[in-house]
């Protein structure tokens, strides 16, 4: 079993920056991948960015070159740092951890981008 806890989410400005972070705790740890979904209001949940355990990275097209992901402890924390957010960055960020080919989702973490 795999716990996974977010942080890291609150009210920004346009162009401002945040760091999420996904803290992972449990036992018989073998993390394959690390991704970052995100469900704006009224709509589907999706990627954002994801991180394999060879430290290989993707990200959806409208945050490349603005969110990097990235982690520590042999996957045991991932982040995600946002820059130049906008507007339509406003959503509930979620971690996902796979595991052992299972999946394992965190509660969300809001971020709001607004002026």
């Known amino acids: 079993q795999v716990q996974v806890v977010e942080s890291g989410g609150g009210l920004v400005q346009p162009g401002g920056s945040l760091r999420l972070s996904c803290a992972a705790s449990?036992?018989?740890?073998?993390?394959?991948?690390v991704s970052w979904y995100r469900q704006p209001p009224g709509e589907q949940r999706e990627l954002v960015a994801r991180?394999?355990?060879?430290?290989?990275?993707s990200y959806r097209d409208s945050v490349k070159g603005r969110f990097f992901i990235s982690s520590d402890n042999a996957m045991n924390t991932v982040h995600l740092q946002m820059n130049s957010l906008k507007p339509e960055d406003t959503a509930t960020y979620y971690c996902?951890?796979?595991?052992?080919?299972?999946?394992?989702w965190g509660q969300g973490t809001q971020v709001t981008v607004s002026s």
């Open positions: 991180i394999y355990s060879d430290n290989t990275t």
């Open positions: 996902k951890i796979t595991n052992m080919h299972l999946n394992y």
């Open positions: 449990g036992n018989d740890f073998s993390v394959e991948a």
